[in-house]
């Protein structure tokens, strides 16, 4: 299985999670969104992924991004979609998510932003810094995407910015002292989670199986359906010639 990753600056974080999918045997290319070579590149790339993943901005530590606590908390990474001046990056990223509209898709954090505003979701231009950090949530373990998981989980929220969430999407995980979204799911097995899933409890790494196995259904799915269409063609051929 080939996974693509488009993050929105490499990290040690966004490191861990391509290391967590290459010991499921997964392989990886990771590009960086914000990196003119990286970008020119992926737009370039015209490799059939099997599913797409659209990482964090990797604003994990201070001394990791170079900047000082206060400039971490005004990373204008963070917020691209209330950043003025910045319309063509908007585009850019879209067009990325377009071209990729027939596999799954996972967004971690910043990613899960960008999920939830291409799909007609809005997003606060102010962060809400007494959200970071670990917080409880509640899973609907229904979701594909957390089957064997504990309903009530702690995770970790490295940013937060308060959304209104796209009227196409199914909530499917919320912060238990105050029901704020923290995960949700999109039509086309794509997903969004505002939390991290490479730090806290391990048991969140099955989050990344339930998603191999959704892709590898999706796959699978794909594959009967070719067959399908294609013994159809061989009928119809057989019927008039």
């Known amino acids: ?16 999670f391509n290391n967590l999918l290459e010991e499921r ?3 990886v290319t990771e590009y960086d969104f914000f990196n003119s070579y990286d970008y020119e590149a992926l737009v370039n790339d015209n490799y059939e992924y099997d ?7 990797g604003g994990g530590s201070a001394a990791e991004d170079g900047l000082s606590r206060k400039g971490l908390c005004g990373f204008n990474y963070i917020n691209l979609y209330n950043a003025k001046g910045r319309d063509e990056e908007k585009h850019r990223l879209f067009k990325l998510i377009q071209k990729y509209a027939n596999i799954p898709i ?3 954090c910043y990613g899960a932003q ?3 505003i291409f799909y007609g979701g809005s997003i606060s231009e102010k962060r809400d810094i007494k959200k970071t950090g670990y917080k409880s949530i509640q899973l609907d373990t229904s979701s594909p995407l957390f089957k064997g998981l504990p309903s009530d989980i702690d995770v970790e929220f490295n940013t937060w910015y308060p959304n209104v969430p796209s009227p196409l999407s199914n909530i499917i995980a919320v912060t238990k002292k105050d029901n704020a979204v923290a995960a949700q799911s999109f039509p086309n097995n794509r997903y969004s989670l505002y ?3 490479v730090h806290g409890e391990t048991i969140l ?9 959704i892709v590898e259904r999706e796959k699978n799915h794909i594959a009967i359906m070719k067959v399908s269409i294609l013994g159809l063609l061989f009928g119809l051929y057989v019927m008039f010639t």
């Open 195 to 197: 939390f991290h899933i």
């Open 51 to 57: 599913a797409l993943v659209l990482g964090s901005q």
């Open 114 to 116: 960008i999920l939830n």
């Open 25 to 27: 045997n997964i392989i």
């Open 1 to 16: 299985m080939n996974i693509l990753h488009i993050s929105f600056k490499k990290s040690n974080r966004n490191n861990l």
């Open 106 to 108: 996972l967004g971690i």
């Open 205 to 213: 790494h099955k989050v990344i199986d339930n998603f191999i196995n």
